[in-house]
Each structure stands twice: as structure tokens, then as C-alpha cells.
Nanobody, 116 residues
Framework: QVQLVESGGELVHAGDSLRLSCTAPGRTFSSYAMGWFRQAPGKNRDFVAGITFNGDNTYYADSVKGRFTISRDNAMNTVYLQMNSLKPEDTAVYYC?????????WGQGTQVTVSS
């Protein structure tokens, strides 16, 4: 069983910053690319950011480029999402993702709410 645990979401004001974390208790993910997705009410789950297994390459949705930064600490088995200059449209549940073989694994999500 693959378990991912997200944390760090909260209610903030527009322009604030947050850092989300994703850990994997009891399992190492240093060999796998990781990603962050988000889902707003009534909408699809969308890609936000991705990072290769060693952190050498990162990828972002256009809507967050220049504001969000994904990083990882393989020694701590943790992936981060630093979110700056938050906007109300960033409000969503944020999910951590790892793909192992043909399967996608998700955490339970962490709620980020940005008030205007």
C-alpha cells in the first residue's frame, strides 16, 4: 500500500505565501517523479507542478509559473510546494501524486483557501 500525506493548507489572504508538504511514511520515493495537483469545487483535478526523481527538472502549469516552486528532499522523503503571491483562484484541495508503474497514487489532500 502506498500512502501519501499532505499538509500545510490553510486559509490565507491574497498575496500571502504557503508551503505545502507531502511525505510518504514508511516508503521511499527517491526513485520516482512526484507531482502536485489541485481540484476546485465542481472542477477537474488539474496538474500544478512536477519534479523529476532527483529534482533536476521541474514543470509547472502556466497559471502558477513564477509564483509556485516545487522541490524535494529525498533524504527526508518529502516533496514541497512553495506558493507565493496567492490568488483567490488558487483556492482548491491540493493533492500529492506519485506514479509507480501503471498506477497513480494520491494523498488525502490539503485545503488551501485564499480570500480576496
Amino acid at each position: 500500500q502506498v500512502q501519501l500525506v499532505e499538509s500545510g493548507g490553510e486559509l490565507v489572504h491574497a498575496g500571502d505565501s504557503l508551503r505545502l508538504s507531502c511525505t510518504a511514511p514508511g516508503r521511499t520515493f527517491s526513485s520516482y517523479a512526484m507531482g502536485w495537483f489541485r481540484q476546485a469545487p465542481g472542477k477537474n483535478r488539474d496538474f500544478v507542478a512536477g519534479i523529476t526523481f532527483n529534482g533536476d527538472n521541474t514543470y509547472y502549469a502556466d497559471s502558477v509559473k513564477g509564483r509556485f516552486t516545487i522541490s524535494r528532499d529525498n533524504a527526508m522523503n518529502t516533496v514541497y510546494l512553495q506558493m507565493n503571491s496567492l490568488k483567490p483562484e488558487d483556492t482548491a484541495v491540493y493533492y500529492c501524486n506519485v506514479r509507480i508503474g501503471p498506477n497513480d497514487y494520491w494523498g488525502q489532500g490539503t485545503q488551501v483557501t485564499v480570500s480576496s
